[in-house]
């Protein structure tokens, strides 16, 4: 474990989800415009990438494009997809000797030909991998995944009394990946955004002003330590209280 992270092993998460926000204010109050700061959240993200390794933490889901984000400037949305290009193409080879497994969530169908064949590449080349597995939210919504996992459903036939939590569970994007334990925003704002809206509802929150440029390994390891001093009851209570 990293030597800035001070917390008993055993109470780390294992799936720390991230909701990467204010790459476009880091940029403003620069005087930048706003894919600078979207270049500068890659970098940061390469730097939590490996701090996760590092920490050991086994699940990390990056919140990089939502189903909405089509509705910003074409020249931000252009942008972003060839920030996700270029990710692949400059950093697949070393994400890979790292151990890092890339999986996807959304819908991929939207994605130009070329960055869809990109990703799936990339996804075979790592599916062995088992150091972190990286899950990378592009063209992402939580509704849009309930609506998918319906939809998948009826059209498996499944009756009406079959359908359950888990069994939902199994139709989204996610199944396999345990629920995450940590969702950290970063910016200051406090909302779901749409992001793994049935997959954190139990999860614990850590929300911070520093904008997602600015948050480095030492901001990372304080959000996991916090995490560590929480008192996780799923709507139980604590088992001090039957002592
Ligand atoms: C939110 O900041 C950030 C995004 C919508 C994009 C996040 C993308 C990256 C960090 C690049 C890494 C990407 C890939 C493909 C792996 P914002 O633009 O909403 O910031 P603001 O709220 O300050 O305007």
Redesign the pocket.
């Known amino acids: 474990m990293g030597e800035n992270l001070q917390a008993p092993p055993e109470k780390m998460p294992r799936h720390v989800a991230i ?10 109050s620069r005087g930048l415009p ?1 894919l600078a ?3 500068a ?2 970098e ?2 390469r730097r939590v990438i490996r701090a996760s390794v590092e920490f050991g933490v086994e699940y990390l889901t ?5 189903t909405e ?1 089509w509705g ?1 400037p074409a020249a ?1 949305v252009k942008g ?1 997809m060839y ?2 290009e270029e ?1 692949i193409d400059r950093e697949l080879d070393e994400l890979h000797q790292e151990g890092v497994q890339l999986r996807h969530i959304g819908r991929l169908e939207k994605l130009s030909p070329k960055l869809r064949k990109k990703v799936l590449a990339a996804i075979d080349l790592t599916k062995d991998n088992q150091r972190l597995i990286l899950n ?1 939210a ?1 063209n992402y919504g939580g509704r849009d995944e309930i609506v998918y996992a319906v939809q998948n459903m009826l059209r498996d036939g499944i009756s009406p009394d079959e359908v359950n939590i888990e069994l939902v569970s199994q139709y989204l994007f996610t199944a396999g990946t345990p629920d995450p334990d940590l969702v950290i925003r970063t ?1 200051g ?1 406090l909302r779901t955004s749409n992001f793994l809206i049935w997959q954190s509802a139990y999860a614990e929150w850590y929300i911070t002003p520093t ?3 600015d948050f480095d390994q030492e901001e990372f390891a304080k959000a996991l330590e916090t995490y560590t001093q929480r008192d996780r009851r799923f709507g139980g209570v604590s088992d001090e209280f039957y002592e």
């Open positions: 909701i990467m926000d204010g790459n476009g204010r880091w940029a403003l706003r700061g979207h270049r959240g890659t940061n993200l990056i919140y990089a494009f939502s984000n910003r931000e972003l920030i996700f990710v990378i592009f910016s704002e904008f997602w440029p």
